[in-house]
């Protein structure tokens, strides 16, 4: 089986959608999502209009990460079924005209990937240099201040050989060493099985960590919250090495072999986020095809603030040729809706909610959309007992860790949320409260709900090339109101969108001269391009939180 497409066209300008397996659907009744379940629910993916799906990792895993600690790349893990069953979703997806994207973990394995156990049983062993092993210092010390992202320092020491290994997160997750040819290419053959078996694209984990300096020098010291040590060094020497792009440009090629597959990057970054940093990693420099810039991921709710990022990253992906790729929300990070409408008010969430679509959604690139955000879900505390997490686990009440944004989908107001075939089943992590209010089913059939909102948004990007590859002209980002910008494919196609993200009305707003008609309305009980049928020639009058589209005449 191939690849779905041949060109690029279907990711640049589509809509993606992650999906975290364990809390998606569960079809054999366990408690834990799986392929199965994933396969059962593609319908629901095409009748919402995304292009591809990015599934977070589904490989053999002893699960100490939740599948980003990879002991097997060409296994899936019994926990979400086989590789036939995987197939079996590769090819209905592909019928619906859905790509499949894998998240791959390349910067470490599991300690019980059989590299690592070859690794480490000598010093002599031929696969020894697949890892970073360093000699203690004087006194038996580790060999530098680097500390891992899930706390402690990144080295472990290893009784056997006497030297430590490097783990920029858990020590069962070791760091590969991609200064080795012969690492670099057994990871290309890793990626190259799955790009023959027909996936689409990869997304790849912490990519940027990869090239660490060849002299292991000391990291300075910072200030961070929370307080935890990895906030409290400023990362240079352990990330963004200047190799990573000759490593990245070796891959490109593997996948050029592929037309149609690409790789996006995740790219771990100090906040405030390096927007050119990130897209540093992409377009002329022949490496990735995308980066996530997650900067809205950590914005405060402000027009202006959004209107800098997205002329931020719009800039960043012209100078390096490459193409923007906007997140609100993912599995690492407090949801959206969570962190911009936290109150009880239902009326005011679904409203903040619709708002955020209008801005992910009528952007260039490609929009990732995170499972539930078309519904509006929102976070919810996890008991200690119930946590999963290792973060969370290590570092609560200081870091709750990301149970929060990983809780199952709300298909339905029933048993378990409609999230197992098993009415039963015991969910891997508890369902949101919130649930029988906000879920699919309800929405589905209901005038005006979230869940329309988005699938009309993604009909209306689909429909015109503008919002999909236009150039974007930020008109107007006040401080903590409006946000108005301009997207135009040509001196026909042009769009403006407006946001108002205060509970004032606006009543009065200059637009460019011409006549403009309002095609879309947050606040219409329709969205349909009948339902909003105004012409406007000078003046916008826009409600509290309302978000608008406008398309001249």
Not at 15 to 43: C, E, K, M, W
Not at 181 to 200: H, M, N, S, T
Not at 283 to 295: E, K, N, P, T, Y
Not at 415 to 427: H, I, L, M, T, V
Request: glycine share 8%.
């Amino acid at each position: 089986m191939g690849q779905l497409h041949r060109d690029d066209s279907w990711w640049k300008e589509g809509v993606i959608y992650q999906i975290y397996p364990r809390s998606f659907f569960d079809a054999d009744g366990d408690g834990v999502g799986d392929l199965d379940g994933i396969r059962t629910r593609l319908d629901y993916l095409r009748e919402l209009g995304v292009s591809g799906i990015w599934i977070s990792p589904i490989n053999k895993s002893p699960m100490f990460d939740f599948g980003y600690d990879i002991s097997d790349y060409r296994e899936i893990d019994p926990v979400f079924g086989d590789i036939e069953a995987f197939r079996r979703l590769l090819e209905e997806a592909h019928r619906c005209n859905i790509g499949i994207i894998m998240d791959m973990v390349f910067n470490h394995t599991s300690f019980l990937h059989p590299w690592f156990i070859e690794s480490r049983s000598s010093k002599n062993n031929p696969d020894r240099d697949f890892y970073v092993w360093r000699k203690p210092k004087k006194g038996g010390r580790v060999p530098n201040n680097w500390k891992a992202s899930f706390g402690g320092s990144c080295w472990t020491f290893d009784d056997t050989s006497g030297e430590y290994y490097l783990h920029s997160f858990l020590p069962e997750q070791p760091d590969l060493n991609w200064a080795n040819p012969r690492c670099r290419k057994a990871i290309f053959d890793e990626l190259e099985f799955w790009l023959k078996e027909g996936v689409d694209g990869f997304r790849l984990d912490v990519i940027n960590l990869i090239g660490k300096d060849s002299e292991f020098r000391d990291n300075p010291f910072t200030f961070g919250w929370p307080p935890r040590p990895y906030e409290m060094q400023r990362h240079l020497y352990d990330r963004n090495s200047p190799a990573t792009g000759e490593y990245l440009r070796q891959l490109r090629r593997l996948l050029n072999r592929y037309p149609g597959s690409f790789a996006v990057g995740e790219i771990y970054l100090d906040k405030p986020v390096d927007q050119e940093l990130a897209a540093s990693f992409t377009g002329v420099q022949d490496q990735l095809h995308l980066a996530f810039d997650f900067s809205l991921t950590f914005s405060p709710w402000s027009a202006r603030r959004f209107g800098s990022i997205f002329e931020g990253q719009y800039r960043a992906a012209l100078r390096y040729g490459g193409t923007p790729c906007f997140v609100f929300s993912n599995h690492d990070v407090v949801r959206a809706l969570s962190r911009y409408a936290p109150s009880s008010d239902r009326e005011m969430k679904e409203a903040v909610a619709k708002l955020i679509g209008v801005m992910l959604l009528t952007q260039g690139g490609p929009p990732f959309l995170y499972m539930g955000e078309e519904i509006g879900m929102e976070n919810a505390a996890v008991p200690r007992s119930r946590l999963a997490d290792p973060v969370g686990i290590r570092y609560w009440p200081f870091h709750k860790g990301r149970d929060g944004e990983r809780l199952p989908m709300q298909w339905n107001g029933g048993d378990c949320a409609g999230f197992s075939s098993n009415p039963a089943a015991r969910p891997w992590l508890p369902l949101h409260p919130n649930y029988q209010e906000v879920n699919v089913a309800d929405q589905q059939g209901r005038a005006g709900s979230v869940l329309s909102c988005f699938k009309t948004l993604i009909t209306l990007r689909s429909k015109y090339p503008a919002l999909r590859r236009g150039s974007f002209t930020l008109v107007q980002a006040d401080e903590k109101e409006l946000l108005v910008y301009l997207r135009k494919a040509d001196a026909k196609e042009r769009f403006i969108v407006c946001v108002n993200f205060s509970s004032k009305r606006h009543q009065s707003l200059k637009v460019e001269n011409g006549r403009w008609r309002k095609l879309f309305s947050t606040h219409a009980s329709d969205f349909s391009e009948q339902g909003a049928q105004a012409v406007i020639e000078r003046e916008i009058m826009l409600a509290p939180l309302e978000g608008i589209i406008l398309i001249s005449q």
